[in-house]
Every structure is written in C-alpha cells, then in structure tokens.
C-alpha cells in the first residue's frame, strides 16, 4: 500500500495588494456589515449596529446580505463596499 501526498499550494501565486489603511475610530464612518444570509446573522448585525451607532459614533450602518451563503457576494455588494469606510463580513448558524 502506498500513501500519496499533495501540495495544495498554488504554484502561481496569488493577486497582489496593498491592505487598506487601519482607521483610527468609527466617529461619523459609514460601516458596512455583509451578512452570509444564515438566520444567526440577524440578531447579531441588528445588536452590532446598535452598538456601532451608539457606542462608537458610527455616522451610519448598512447591513446587506448575499444571496447565497456559500458563494462569494454578488457585484453590486462588492462595488457598494468599496464607497464604505469599514466593512465586516459575518457568518452564522
């Protein structure tokens, strides 16, 4: 019997990119939350705006969903994303 081992490294490398810059504080950022659409999302996004908003000054919270929990956001999310100053994505069960 023979054991056979394979390299899941991608031999190509990945996409180059620069991290966004860190923000300092959340005062008056608009903060985005993308949910994966699973029902545990719901209340913990609804508590987290609560949250940004009242306890770390966000200026406003958007929360959208995917379509689909096991496939990446659609375009339109990620093209809004990219107007927000901060963005979590989440999961849950």
């Known amino acids: 019997m023979s054991i056979k081992v394979f390299d899941p490294t991608y031999a190509s490398g990945g996409a180059v990119f620069e991290l966004a810059p860190r923000v300092t504080d959340l005062v008056g950022k608009t903060v985005?939350?993308?949910?994966n659409g699973k029902r545990g999302t719901v209340q913990f996004f609804s508590a987290m705006?609560?949250?940004?908003?009242?306890?770390?000054?966000?200026?406003?919270?958007?929360?959208?969903?995917?379509?689909?929990?096991?496939?990446?956001?659609?375009p339109e999310i990620?093209?809004?994303?990219s107007t927000w100053d901060v963005a979590f994505a989440g999961i849950g069960d």
């Open 32 to 35: 985005g939350l993308i949910s």
């Open 49 to 74: 705006e609560q949250q940004l908003l009242r306890d770390f000054g966000a200026g406003q919270v958007i929360i959208r969903t995917k379509a689909n929990y096991s496939a990446p956001m659609e």
């Open 78 to 81: 990620l093209a809004e994303a």
